[in-house]
C-alpha cells in the first residue's frame, strides 16, 4: 500500500511537470504538439 502511495505521487508529478512545459511552451509560440496549429514546427 505505502509502495502504491510513491508510485502515484511520482506520477502526478510527472503529469504535473508535462502540463507545465506545454503549457509554458505554447505561451512562447512554440510546438505545443499539434502542428497544424503551429503552422508546421518540425
Known amino acids: 500500500m505505502f ?3 510513491i ?3 511520482v ?4 503529469v504535473f511537470l508535462a502540463i507545465r512545459s506545454l503549457r ?3 505561451e512562447k509560440g512554440g510546438c ?3 502542428c ?7
Request: glycine fraction near 26%; include cysteine; charged fraction near 15%.
Open 3 to 5: 509502495g502504491d502511495l
Open 7 to 9: 508510485v502515484l505521487a
Open 11 to 14: 506520477l502526478g508529478g510527472v
Open 24 to 26: 509554458k511552451s505554447k
Open 32 to 34: 505545443c504538439g499539434n
Open 36 to 42: 497544424q496549429g503551429c503552422k508546421g514546427c518540425h
